[in-house]
Each structure stands twice: as C-alpha cells, then as structure tokens.
C-alpha cells in the first residue's frame, strides 16, 4: 500500500484502476438493476450477470490503458488470470450481497424515504459495499499477479 503512496507511476496506476472500476460498477450496478428490475431476478443473480460483464470491461479496459505495458503475455493467459482474480473476488462478492440485503432493506424500511423503494435502496447500498470490497482486492492481486511484468520504477 505503501508504494501506492511513494511511487507516482504506481499511484497513477490505482487511479487508473479506479476509474476503470467506476466504469465497470456503471455496467455493474446497470445490468444488475435491469435484470432484476424487469426480469424479476434475486439480487444474487442479477448480481453475478453484471459482475461477469463487468469483468470483461475492465479486463479491456486495464489490459489497454492502465496497463499498457504489460502485454508481455498472450490475451488468452493474462484474461484467465485476470477472470481467476475476479472469480475469487465473486466468491468475496456472493456473501456480501447474500447476508448484507436483508439489513440494509430492514433500515431502509425503517427509515421509510419515499424517494425510492427500501427494495432498490438496499440491493444499491448492499452492492456498492460488495464492489468497494472486491475492488481493493484485485487491484492488489491484479497488479502483483495477473500484471507483475510491469516494471516497478523505484520512487
């Protein structure tokens, strides 16, 4: 954590990885919101669709930009690591969104705003807890694995 302090290319990196994130959680919390909005689908579901093409944008995303210089790997390796992190950033994801909805729609029912449902407040705030968790996760791994050909310029 550190060098994400000291070292300015690796600071820049974590901001590009941020924003690729925040990108992804638009895709995310979208399809999330659709599939289960119009389709009906549990929380659990609606979320592992999303994150999965969430997935595939920030694989693009960061193989391109934040990374630039970490194509030293074929694709087809570098996504496989990149999807093992991930897989293992949904199985962080999966119980977060499971055990945390229930709460968070009893507070919102409690608080009774009549902005929006309790439903859709707590799956939103369940979610973006979930998304805070994993993102800190695989950028770490991400970036010490699927991404370590990267040179690391000494601050």
């Given at each position: 954590m550190s060098n994400i302090i000291t070292n300015p290319q690796e600071r820049t990196r974590f901001l590009k990885f941020m924003a690729v994130g925040v990108f992804g959680a638009v895709i995310d919390f979208g399809i999330m919101n659709l599939f289960s909005k119009l389709f009906g689908m549990a929380l659990v579901w609606a979320g592992t669709i999303s994150f999965i093409c969430a997935i595939v944008s920030n694989f693009i995303w960061n193989r391109y930009w934040t990374y630039p210089d970490s194509r030293s790997r074929p694709i087809s390796r570098?996504?496989?690591m990149f999807f093992v992190v991930n897989v293992a950033g949904l199985a962080i994801r999966l119980p977060i969104l499971n055990f945390l909805e229930p709460p968070m729609r009893a507070l919102f029912e409690r608080l009774s705003l009549?902005?929006?449902?309790?439903?859709?407040?707590?799956?939103?705030?369940?979610?973006?807890?979930?998304?805070?968790?994993?993102?800190l996760w695989n950028f770490f791994v991400n970036r010490y694995w699927t991404y370590n050909d990267v040179d690391k310029v000494k601050s």
């Open positions: 570098q996504l496989i009549h902005i929006f449902t309790p439903e859709f407040l707590g799956k939103n705030f369940t979610l973006a807890v979930a998304v805070g968790v994993v993102m």
